[in-house]
């Protein structure tokens, strides 16, 4: 359920998908058609939060145990609606979200083979009711979003240093996910130029911000 006052909106996607910028593109969008938004990042938007993801996508953790990564991120994720998002939805806010619970489905769940039920479990005593009210999710051929990621000239984390094979698990999960709950994720082609992306994701929450989505 989500909350009765504010809500949350998260944006999920493999490598490469462009969800930060599009989170960056919706916040100015909704800020100049007059709504205030709070946008955040996950793991992070906290002290813990920000300690945790610099200690999971630290290639120095090379070691780490699939089982350690996926508690040490719905850790983050505890504190996370804790510390920041239930007050905020109580506040009555709008908040942007880059990536919730999905991405540890996807990624520790099918990407590390916990399984998907076992992950779910364990974010579900991480966030107690705190489910996102909409997720667009922004699909992308694992092998193109791999190519955006080595154009940005940034050192990979550990994390983007995995296998193709583990990239490509992860996009078929996101997609079964995607099938399992086709009214909260709507899916949105994101191999198209980012102004159309951002088209995009306005239109999937039409029926949620109706009238707000447009400066004026």
């Not at 506040?91 to 399984?115: C, E, H, K, P």
């Not at 791999?146 to 984390?157: G, K, T």
């Not at 490509?168 to 980012?194: C, K, N, S």
């Amino acid at each position: 359920m989500t909350s009765s006052a504010g809500f949350f909106i998260a944006f999920e996607g493999g490598e490469g998908a462009g969800k930060s910028t599009q989170v960056k593109a919706l916040a100015a969008r909704l800020a100049a058609a007059g709504r205030e938004v709070v946008l955040t990042r996950e793991p992070g938007g906290t002290t813990i939060g920000a300690a945790i993801r610099a200690l999971l996508l630290d290639p120095a953790s090379h070691d780490m145990a699939p089982m350690t990564e996926a508690l040490l991120y719905a850790a983050a994720r505890a504190q996370l609606c804790e510390e920041l998002l239930a007050p905020l939805l109580r506040a009555g806010t709008l908040v942007l979200l880059d990536r919730f619970v999905d991405s540890s489905l996807a990624y520790q769940g099918a990407g590390r083979a916990l399984g998907i039920e076992a992950v779910r479990a364990v974010n579900a005593f991480a966030t107690g009711p705190l489910i996102a009210e909409r997720t667009l999710l922004l699909r992308i051929d694992p092998a193109l979003g791999r190519s955006r990621q080595r154009d940005r000239a940034e050192s990979p984390d550990r994390l983007e240093r995995e296998h193709e094979d583990f990239f490509a698990t992860i996009a078929a999960a996101y997609d079964e996910l995607a099938r399992a709950e086709p009214e909260r994720i709507r899916v949105i082609d994101a191999d198209q130029p980012p102004g159309q992306v951002l088209s995009d994701a306005v239109a999937a929450l039409a029926d949620l911000l109706p009238g707000g989505s447009q400066p004026g």
